[in-house]
């Protein structure tokens, strides 16, 4: 069990370590190409990092960056040709030494590379070296770092459950089946199969529940906003619905647990829900006119007025988290307007085959 555990953690670090320059090569290029990307190419480019971030197996690519750097043996077939062990006439070292210089089998001399002070001890009738003894303080580092790492993992993910099952529970408890009106222009915008319920004391519209998706709305929603916002409104969370964004959360927040130890992990991570926000914007206002993109956008000012930003939980997709990003959705709005599509994709291509 404990060889299992630790080939997963250093599964973990190893992908961790090339997800790295992934992460910052996603946020350089979401910025420098921001004028270019559409917003549903920028949310593609986020996901690479949380595929990237899960996949058991790599393919090998002889495009990949990481072949720019010297292998392991083409690093040791670099030295010198002296040393003992380089050179096929070189007899392997027989006592687990990989280089005792001319020391010989049958000398009583210690070899240059052990001391007294070493835990390497002779066998008997053989004068040779046996293996390090147990208990020595690279495995036992090694235990630690595993458990450390393990703590994280469990900690992580035990948070979240628990944060979802109180987030089912608050609802089972506070809402109630909407209004016939309410629930007639729901229908209306495309959610015949959808539940809809009103919560008393709900700080914001949310969806909630992944078997079972439910979009969850203020018990007092008809009195702060006219039927257009609260059209908008509804229209965004079917596309969190019909994209399945919550079977990405659960994606995302396995993906963190695993790889918590790595900051660019949750950099990125946050990038990808800020990018998928403005990709369900813009799904909804796609096919609008200017009024209607404008429109949508003083419903996002609105709405950053009216309620308050949701705590993020694996198991619902608020209509907002964080008030800053409102601007920038409404910046990515304003600014709609056809992208090179095809340059996007091959910039996309090419970035998942570099790395």
Sequence with gaps: MSAALSQFCGWAWNTSLH???????????????????????????????????????????????????????????????????????????????????????????????????????????????????????????????????????????????????????WVRRNAFPAGSELRALFVRCGGAKVELLEAREMRTAAVVGVLRPRVVVPERIAEELDDEQIGHIFAHELEHVRRGDLWVNWLIVFATSLHWFNPLVWLGMRRLLAEREIARDHAVVRNRSAAGRASYGHTLIKIAETFQPARLSPGAAPVFNRKPEIRRRIDMIALHRRKNSLLAGLFCTLLAGSL
């Design 19 to 169: 997800a790295a320059p992934l992460v910052l090569l996603v946020l350089a290029s979401l910025w420098l190409f921001r004028g270019w990307l559409s917003p549903r190419w920028r949310y593609g480019l986020s996901l690479l990092i949380l595929v990237r971030l899960l996949m058991p197996v790599t393919p090998e690519s002889a495009l990949s960056l990481w072949n720019l750097a010297p292998a392991p043996a083409e690093t040791a077939a670099l030295g010198d040709e002296n040393v003992p062990g380089t050179r096929e006439a070189d007899a392997p070292a027989p006592y687990g030494l990989s280089s005792v210089g001319a020391w010989k089998p049958d000398s009583h001399e210690v070899p240059p590379t052990v001391t007294a002070a070493s835990n390497w001890v002779p066998i008997e009738g053989e004068g040779a070296l046996a293996a390090p003894q147990a208990g020595a303080a690279v495995p036992s580092t090694t235990g630690l770092l595993l458990g450390v790492w393990l703590a994280g993992v469990i900690a992580l993910l035990g948070s979240s459950a628990l944060r979802h099952t109180l987030l089912l529970r």
